[in-house]
């Protein structure tokens, strides 16, 4: 089992610019989240998704932030444009159904200057 | 939505069991109580889930009293490892509305002496 998978590992961007966050769920979980991390916030859901669709995006700070699931292997967290307070730690997680437990990836590390 | 409450921090020295306490004052009765480990530069990870009474696996023990308002991690002879960010989790039943409460509090950082 390969895991939650998360690309790219590290982005850095300057302010203003399009980045794209990219999720490979592990096969066979129908939930796919979407964390953001940071010191002073903690651990942030942003949306979540049951069976490729948007369940809950109440997390999502402003406008700027979309998410997508077009199948059950894949789905992306896109900021356009992107502002210094958004660097932060992305983390998408997945699972299997109620009662079951989160499965985290590695995170992207985002640096927007 | 069932709200933790955590020690911000705990230290202990290696060898020796370190119990962490999570209340959940408010916590449904459909809900599940997880517990997730995360250490710097990593995602979360998953540690034990219970329901009520007692569980054990190979790395830690998940105690939940019979009101269910809180729960205590039991960490067996820690050692310099499990220094980590341990998150307790309250949510996950099936509400009957397909969502899930799947919200983080500030974790405990647990800091293991030498």
């Known amino acids: 089992d390969a895991g939650v998978i998360q690309s790219p590992r590290h982005e850095v961007t300057e302010m203003g610019q399009e980045v794209t966050l990219r999720c490979k769920p592990i096969?066979?979980?129908?939930?796919l989240f979407w964390y953001r991390q940071t010191m002073m916030r903690g651990l942030e859901l942003l949306i979540y998704f049951n069976n490729n669709v948007p369940i809950d995006d109440s997390g999502m700070p402003e406008d700027r932030f979309s998410a997508k699931m077009p199948n059950a292997s894949f789905s992306t967290l896109k900021i356009q444009p992107s502002e210094p307070r958004d660097s932060a730690v992305y983390f998408c997680?997945?699972?299997?159904?109620?009662?079951?437990?989160?499965?985290f990836g590695n995170g992207t590390r985002l640096t927007v200057t | 939505l069932a709200k933790t409450t955590q020690p911000i921090s705990m230290d202990s020295y290696e060898g020796q069991e370190v119990n962490i306490t999570c209340s959940h004052n408010n916590i449904a009765t459909n809900d599940y109580i997880t517990w997730y480990q995360q250490f710097p530069s990593q995602g979360p990870r998953f540690i034990i889930q219970?329901?009520?009474t007692k569980v054990t696996n190979e790395v830690a023990s998940l105690f939940i009293p019979a009101d269910r308002k809180s729960s205590t991690l039991s960490l067996p002879r820690v050692s310099l490892s499990d220094t980590a960010v341990y998150y307790c989790?309250?949510?996950?039943?099936?509400?009957?509305?397909?969502?899930?409460?799947?919200?983080f509090g500030k974790g405990t950082k647990l800091s293991v002496i030498p």
């Open positions: 989790l309250v949510g996950d039943g099936d509400s009957g509305a397909g969502s899930y409460q799947l919200t």
């Open positions: 096969s066979g979980h129908n939930s």
């Open positions: 219970g329901y009520k």
């Open positions: 997680a997945s699972k299997r159904g109620f009662n079951s437990p989160l499965h």
